[in-house]
Each structure stands twice: as structure tokens, then as C-alpha cells.
């Protein structure tokens, strides 16, 4: 598949070679779809962009330039992006000088049919060529009415991939790319087609951004990869070393991580998760996608049920306040009734405060898309909501050890309006709770690690109470 992934139209309508120059207005409205790692480079194409004097607005009428970041993981993505993009034609024709691009998986996949089909599109951007944002804004401006084409950089396997965390105003808590693309192949998944071979960024990299973001006043980064646990720096060093090297090196308070793969999550993970319990947070994303071997099998994970449930004990063993959530792909092709059930059973045997899951659906390019033993859609609807039902009954369940606990919550935000601060506990649950007393009415406890005692717990939010104010 060709690598060339950033594309201008080759003709431009004269009503748009008379554009005023996108200097005289520069607002950019960013429309997200998908993952944390689209945030995530969302965040970066802004950052990037206000560089060049851009100011994010809250809506497409506000904007020069507008970006949709696709995602193409779930649902109908193409179509989305058709149908917002065609939302932005009229507004084209009364904004003579706007331009509208797509980033993100989409714009990887479906580049010549985008801006073939949608003459309103100016560009469009793949993920591997964020960091070329700004040069693409610029030749769109200056460009002739000739096809215009940057080749991005050709994958090439564990070679260091080289960012800096661009954010613009962080908050307390912060994501941060550790790996970019895959090398696994599921067979239900485009990420390895949209996002390129694995690459990792080289551990020194990533204390120095840890360390200046500490300065900035971040309290806890999220490390984000596509399978984090696979993480190998150009010296050899893996995901746990480098976990330890966070821990060690910087003076970041708390670290969490996603997404973890179960073939390559090893023991010393959870030796190092025990060892800087004070830092690591106890909370495992841990996608089992099905119950059953057999599926896994077909979808090319590279475990079985039986590997799965021997790591979630080992998991539960060392660190018993684990919270634990995981994906699963419902109606995947071929899944037998029994072997959805397996999935179902699963859930006996593991305990997910949260799961995410999804009736399956074909993706471009990948091989489960051309199984000619694909599930009808009401068999997957009625199998999705039978593993909610239990879910939910699961959920509640789990939820209640939190009662009456004392929990650390590091605050992420006050809600001005009612006064009410909330924050996550280390197991990832949002927890809201009001000031002690005058003194932490007015945000001070944002950005703080504050002790609070739960009195209500649901199954992704808990209510606590503050039992004595700032010393
Ligand atoms: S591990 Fe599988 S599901 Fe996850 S990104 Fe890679 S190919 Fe996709």
C-alpha cells in the first residue's frame, strides 16, 4: 500500500484563488472522532497550530480553518466524514477563504476517494505526518493550481520515532505518546494499515518531556500506545524498565498507561506496578476482545482464554486493589452461540469494573472483513445487550468495596456553579466531592492529591466526603 498519505485537491474553484490571505483570520475548529490517541493528536495539531498564530473557536462559523480528525476503529467512519465535510459546503461559499482538511485514519485509508468525492476538502493529513501541519497550512496558501504532494516518512520497523509533547495548556493530568503504529495484525483492525509499524520513542525523550511537563504543573501522565507493553526503546530497554525509569527520573506523581496487550503483559509489569505502588496507578486496561480460543484464535491475538485468565490472577494476586476494564468485540465472524457464551463466562471468572464493548464491523483492508462467515446485525445487537445486562449486575457489584473507604483523589477540576471538585481515585474512578470549609472554596484543591471518604459508589463514579480541610 502506497505510504503517501498527505494530499491537496489538484484544482482550486476561483472563487477560492481570490481567498484572502488565512492570515487575516485565523481561528481553527478541530472536530474529533474516536481514541485517546486522536485526542491526543488533536492536541498536537492545535498545539502546532497556535505556533502559527491560530486560536481554537467552538464552532465551524468561527473558523478559517477546520479540521476533522477522523477515526476509523468503529462504525461508518467514511460516512461521517462525508457528511460533516458536506455540512461545511455552504458555509465554503460564504467564507470564500476557509479551509477544510481531514486528518486521521480515514485520511490515511481513503485519500484519492475523499477529495475525489468531496470538492469542498482542501487537504488531506495522515497520522504518521502530524508534525507536517504547518507546512501543509502554508502551501495551501501559496500553492499554484498544480497537485501538490509530500510523501511521508516510510514505516520502517522499532525505528525510534522522534515527538515532543506538544500541549498547550495542561491541565493535571496529560496524555503522552510513548509508541506509534502496531505490529500485530488483529484481524478485525486498521491501525497497523493506518498508523504504520511499531515505533518507540527513546527513553531519555521521554523523561526530559515527563520532567518539563512536571514544571508546567502536571501531576499524572497517561503514557498511550497502541500495545504499550511492547515498548522498546533503541537501547533494548522494554515498557517495564521504562516504568521504573518514570518512577525513578522524574517527579511525576502518578503514571497510568493504555493499552495493554495480554500476549505481551509480563510478570515483571506487575513486579514493577508493586514495587512503585505509589506512583503506578492500580488500574489495567486489559483488552480480551473474546472468551473463546477459538475466536481469538481467528482474530490473530496471540493468547488464549486460559494465558488471559492466568495473567488476571497473577494481576489480582500482586496487586489485589486492582481495578481491571477491558474491550470486547461481540459477533465477530463465525462466533458460534457457545462461543459467545465463553465470553459471557468470562465474566464469572474476571472482574471488569468497566468493559467497552462493540458489535463487530468490517474494516478496510483487514482480513476478517473478507470472512464469508460474517454474524447478522440483530444476532450481534441482541448478544451485545445480553453482555451488558450481565455487565451492569457485575458493575454494581464491584462498585461497593469502595464504600466507606478512604480514597486519594488527585483534583482535576472545580465545578464553578456548584463549588463541587472532581478528581480520579488511582483506580480510575471519577469521584466528586464538595470543599471542607472556606478555605478550599476556590479551586485549591485543584492539581492536589486530597483524602476523601466515599459515601456512594456507582459503577463509574463514587461520592465522597472530605473529613478534614488543608492543613
Ligand atoms: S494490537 Fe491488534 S487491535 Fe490493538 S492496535 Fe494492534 S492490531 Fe489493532
Same mark, same amino acid.
Given at each position: 500500500m502506497s505510504k503517501e498519505i498527505i494530499r491537496f485537491k489538484s484544482s482550486e474553484s476561483a472563487l477560492h484563488m481570490n481567498a484572502p490571505s488565512l492570515?487575516?483570520?485565523?481561528?481553527?475548529?478541530?472536530?474529533?472522532?474516536?481514541?485517546?490517541?486522536?485526542?491526543?493528536?488533536?492536541?498536537?495539531?492545535?498545539?502546532? *497550530?497556535?505556533?502559527?498564530?491560530?486560536?481554537?473557536?467552538?464552532?465551524?462559523?468561527?473558523?478559517?480553518?477546520?479540521?476533522?480528525?477522523?477515526?476509523?476503529?468503529?462504525?461508518?467512519?467514511?460516512?461521517?466524514?462525508?457528511?460533516?465535510?458536506? /455540512?461545511? /459546503? #455552504?458555509?465554503?461559499?460564504?467564507?470564500?477563504?476557509?479551509?477544510?482538511?481531514?486528518?486521521?485514519?480515514?485520511?490515511?485509508?481513503? #485519500?484519492?476517494?475523499?477529495?475525489?468525492?468531496?470538492?469542498?476538502?482542501?487537504?488531506?493529513?495522515?497520522?504518521d505526518n502530524i508534525d507536517s501541519l504547518?507546512?501543509?497550512?502554508?502551501?495551501? #496558501?501559496?500553492?499554484?493550481?498544480?497537485?501538490?504532494?509530500? $510523501?511521508?516518512?516510510?514505516?520502517?520497523?522499532?525505528?525510534?520515532?522522534h515527538v515532543d509533547t506538544l500541549v498547550r495548556s495542561p491541565g493535571v493530568s =496529560?496524555?503522552? $505518546?510513548?509508541?506509534?503504529?502496531?505490529?500485530?495484525f488483529c484481524t478485525f483492525c486498521v491501525v497497523p494499515y493506518t498508523r504504520g509499524r511499531e515505533r518507540s520513542r527513546p527513553v531519555t525523550h521521554l523523561i526530559d518531556d515527563i520532567n518539563t511537563l512536571v514544571k508546567r504543573g502536571v501531576k499524572e501522565v497517561t503514557l498511550l500506545g497502541q500495545n504499550v507493553n511492547s515498548y522498546t526503546c533503541e537501547t533494548g530497554l522494554g515498557f517495564s524498565e521504562l516504568l521504573k525509569n518514570i518512577c525513578e527520573k522524574t517527579d511525576i506523581e502518578r503514571v497510568r498507561?493504555? =493499552?495493554?496487550?495480554?500476549?505481551?503483559? =509480563?510478570?515483571?509489569?506487575?513486579?514493577?506496578?508493586?514495587?512503585?505502588?505509589?506512583?503506578?496507578?492500580?488500574?489495567?486496561h486489559l483488552?480480551?476482545?473474546?472468551?473463546?480460543?477459538?475466536? *481469538?484464535?481467528?482474530? $490473530? /491475538?496471540?493468547?488464549?482464554?486460559?494465558?488471559?485468565?492466568k495473567i488476571t490472577e497473577k494481576i489480582f494476586k500482586e496487586l489485589p486493589d486492582v481495578a481491571l476494564t477491558t474491550d470486547i468485540i461481540v459477533g465477530f465472524p463465525g462466533e458460534t452461540e457457545e462461543?459467545?457464551?465463553?465470553?459471557?463466562?468470562?465474566?464469572?471468572?474476571?472482574?471488569?469494573?468497566n468493559i467497552f464493548a462493540f458489535k463487530y464491523s468490517?474494516?478496510?483492508?483487514?482480513?476478517?472483513? /473478507?470472512f464469508d462467515d460474517q454474524i447478522s446485525e440483530p444476532i450481534q445487537k441482541e448478544r451485545l445487550q445480553r453482555l451488558f445486562d450481565k455487565h451492569e449486575t457485575q458493575a454494581w457489584d464491584l462498585c461497593k468495596r469502595y464504600q466507606n473507604k478512604k480514597i #486519594?483523589? *488527585?483534583?482535576?477540576?472545580?465545578?464553578?456553579? =456548584?463549588?463541587?471538585?472532581?478528581?480520579?481515585?488511582v483506580q480510575n474512578k471519577m469521584t466528586h466531592f464538595m470543599p471542607f470549609d472556606s478555605t478550599e472554596e476556590n479551586g485549591e484543591l485543584v492539581g492536589k492529591a486530597v483524602e476523601v471518604e466515599v459515601y456512594k459508589t456507582f459503577p463509574l463514579t463514587l461520592r465522597g466526603k472530605r473529613l478534614e480541610g488543608l492543613k
Amino acid at each position: 500500500m502506497s505510504k503517501e498519505i498527505i494530499r491537496f485537491k489538484s484544482s482550486e474553484s476561483a472563487l477560492h484563488m481570490n481567498a484572502p490571505s488565512l492570515s487575516e483570520e485565523k481561528g481553527v475548529f478541530m472536530s474529533t472522532y474516536g481514541c485517546q490517541m486522536n485526542d491526543n493528536d488533536s492536541e498536537r495539531m492545535l498545539s502546532l *497550530l497556535e505556533q502559527m498564530n491560530y486560536t481554537p473557536v467552538n464552532t465551524p462559523e468561527l473558523a478559517s480553518l477546520i479540521i476533522i480528525n477522523s477515526c476509523s476503529i468503529r462504525e461508518k467512519p467514511v460516512h461521517k466524514v462525508h457528511s460533516e465535510v458536506g /455540512r461545511y /459546503r #455552504k458555509l465554503k461559499l460564504t467564507k470564500p477563504n476557509l479551509k477544510v482538511g481531514v486528518a486521521g485514519c480515514v485520511a490515511q485509508q481513503e #485519500k484519492d476517494r475523499l477529495l475525489k468525492d468531496l470538492p469542498t476538502l482542501d487537504f488531506v493529513l495522515g497520522p504518521d505526518n502530524i508534525d507536517s501541519l504547518p507546512e501543509v497550512i502554508l502551501s495551501l #496558501k501559496n500553492k499554484d493550481d498544480k497537485d501538490v504532494r509530500l $510523501n511521508a516518512a516510510k514505516f520502517k520497523h522499532q525505528e525510534p520515532y522522534h515527538v515532543d509533547t506538544l500541549v498547550r495548556s495542561p491541565g493535571v493530568s =496529560t496524555f503522552i $505518546n510513548i509508541t506509534k503504529g502496531c505490529d500485530n495484525f488483529c484481524t478485525f483492525c486498521v491501525v497497523p494499515y493506518t498508523r504504520g509499524r511499531e515505533r518507540s520513542r527513546p527513553v531519555t525523550h521521554l523523561i526530559d518531556d515527563i520532567n518539563t511537563l512536571v514544571k508546567r504543573g502536571v501531576k499524572e501522565v497517561t503514557l498511550l500506545g497502541q500495545n504499550v507493553n511492547s515498548y522498546t526503546c533503541e537501547t533494548g530497554l522494554g515498557f517495564s524498565e521504562l516504568l521504573k525509569n518514570i518512577c525513578e527520573k522524574t517527579d511525576i506523581e502518578r503514571v497510568r498507561y493504555t =493499552t495493554s496487550h495480554p500476549k505481551d503483559f =509480563t510478570d515483571d509489569l506487575i513486579e514493577i506496578s508493586k514495587e512503585y505502588k505509589e506512583k503506578i496507578c492500580e488500574h489495567i486496561h486489559l483488552p480480551v476482545q473474546s472468551g473463546s480460543t477459538k475466536v *481469538l484464535e481467528r482474530m $490473530n /491475538r496471540g493468547y488464549s482464554r486460559e494465558h488471559y485468565l492466568k495473567i488476571t490472577e497473577k494481576i489480582f494476586k500482586e496487586l489485589p486493589d486492582v481495578a481491571l476494564t477491558t474491550d470486547i468485540i461481540v459477533g465477530f465472524p463465525g462466533e458460534t452461540e457457545e462461543q459467545f457464551n465463553e465470553t459471557m463466562t468470562l465474566l464469572d471468572e474476571v472482574p471488569y469494573e468497566n468493559i467497552f464493548a462493540f458489535k463487530y464491523s468490517p474494516r478496510p483492508f483487514t482480513k476478517a472483513a /473478507r470472512f464469508d462467515d460474517q454474524i447478522s446485525e440483530p444476532i450481534q445487537k441482541e448478544r451485545l445487550q445480553r453482555l451488558f445486562d450481565k455487565h451492569e449486575t457485575q458493575a454494581w457489584d464491584l462498585c461497593k468495596r469502595y464504600q466507606n473507604k478512604k480514597i #486519594k483523589v *488527585l483534583v482535576e477540576k472545580q465545578d464553578k456553579k =456548584t463549588g463541587s471538585y472532581r478528581g480520579r481515585n488511582v483506580q480510575n474512578k471519577m469521584t466528586h466531592f464538595m470543599p471542607f470549609d472556606s478555605t478550599e472554596e476556590n479551586g485549591e484543591l485543584v492539581g492536589k492529591a486530597v483524602e476523601v471518604e466515599v459515601y456512594k459508589t456507582f459503577p463509574l463514579t463514587l461520592r465522597g466526603k472530605r473529613l478534614e480541610g488543608l492543613k
